[in-house]
């Protein structure tokens, strides 16, 4: 299998590379202290970014050639290291467009969302005008079985009403947060469990929409996207915002999930591959005992231990985007359910050991290890935890290696 990137991709890679030394690195003291100042809007150094990174033509990179007109024609496998790219920054990827959940959100729309609806949300989306949410997990139930899913969409005449209660819902504390993408049940008593759930457009302004807080992760609110706990009460919009039709909610939900998945492990390479590098330096420079860290057999088998850790989850992201360009997503279901088990703990790990050889900075706000492995963390419940996605997985490889072997 050839992981060698084309020179089209070489080129970008090369140009994001530039960019992230020359303008992303620099900026992210300026990001935080900005925060400090704005914390639920946007701040201006990022916005100057985005400016600059569509001008240069780095922008929604993520979106593949079936999308046509709205692709920038990559596949999967040539998007792969752009991401990792990009996860070697928390700001890096929202400056090419680039971010979660808008990133699911936009294919979606660009999949499933009829003509006014692409029109309506996702032109701005792709224009970086506005942020969206997507709002499926629940407080009151184990919302990694999508079908406990409490909320209520109700047909009433030309519009729908949704009662619900939502929380962990990333992005929507953003001020720039315009639309979520709601999932809830339109037929809760439809004897296939699987078509009980639709997904609805719902604007933010919508009455009844209410942001109760900002849910932390660690202590961290990470603003200014936020993970909200929101409560739909009586919350009517017209029937044209349900998507692609009444119980089409998990088949929309698979689609959507399966590159938001292998997008995050992308992701997740490129931030432990930063923390290797960061403990690489640090070993170097830090004076213990006498003798810089990197003279300590520990501090080797550590860093040698990470690197490896980092290259084997870099090439099953690989293989399992060139299998998902191959034969599609669900055809490669299982190797995205393999990466999203590896590429989390990976990182988790790596981060971890980074933080180690870092000594009491690396839990501190000096450096950005405490905040990723907070990320990586969340990583491994966020798009279904590990146990969902290895009983899956378990399940699929006992059916296969069970009919080979009767």
């Known amino acids: 299998m050839d992981f060698q990137p084309t020179a089209r991709v070489q080129d970008l890679q090369q140009q994001l590379t530039d960019f992230l030394s020359e303008h992303i690195y620099p900026a992210e003291a300026r990001f935080e202290a900005e925060l400090k100042e ?160 639709s997904m609805i457009l719902v604007p933010m302004e919508t009455p009844g929409v209410r942001v109760l807080r900002p849910m932390q992760v660690f202590g961290y609110d990470d603003a200014p996207e936020g993970h909200a706990e929101l409560l739909l009460d009586q919350v009517r919009v017209p029937a044209e915002n349900l998507i692609l039709g009444e119980g089409r909610g998990f088949e929309i939900a698979q689609g959507r999930l399966g590159p938001g998945r292998i997008h995050h492990c992308m992701r997740l390479v490129g931030l432990a591959q930063r923390a290797l590098e960061l403990m690489a330096a640090r070993s170097q420079h830090r004076i213990a005992f006498g003798r810089p860290l990197s003279q300590q057999q520990s501090v080797r088998e550590t860093l040698a231990d990470a690197a490896c850790a980092i290259e084997q989850a870099r090439l099953l992201t690989l293989k399992a985007a060139a299998e998902m360009d191959r034969v599609g997503n669900k055809g490669a279901k299982d190797l995205i359910a393999m990466i999203k088990i590896v590429a989390p703990r990976m990182a988790c790990k790596v981060i971890d050991q980074a933080i180690q050889i870092h000594g009491g900075a690396g839990l501190g706000q000096d450096h950005l290890l405490a905040q990723s492995y907070a990320y990586a963390r969340t990583i491994r419940l966020a798009d279904g935890p590990d146990e969902v996605h290895m009983m899956q997985l378990g399940r699929a490889l006992a059916r296969h290696y069970g009919a080979e072997n009767p």
């Open 38 to 197: 704005t914390r639920w809007r946007t701040p201006a150094v990022m916005q100057e970014l985005k400016e600059r990174a569509r001008a240069a033509g780095l922008w929604n990179l993520f979106l593949p050639p079936a999308y046509g007109d709205y692709s920038p024609g990559l596949s999967n496998l040539e998007y792969a290291p752009l991401a990792e790219l990009m996860g070697r920054s928390r700001m890096a990827a929202e400056v090419f467009n680039c971010s979660a959940p808008d990133t699911g959100n936009m294919e979606v729309l660009a999949r499933y969302g009829t003509a006014a609806q692409r029109e309506q949300w996702l032109q701005p989306l792709l224009a970086g005008d506005i942020r969206s949410a997507f709002a499926m997990t629940e407080p009151a139930v184990a919302s990694s079985d999508a079908t406990n899913i409490a909320t209520t969409i109700t047909r009433d005449g030309d519009d729908y009403v949704i009662n619900g209660h939502k929380f962990y819902i990333s992005g929507a504390c953003n001020e720039a947060c315009k639309l979520l993408i709601v999932m809830g049940k339109t037929d809760p008593d439809h004897e296939d469990r699987h078509r009980q759930q």
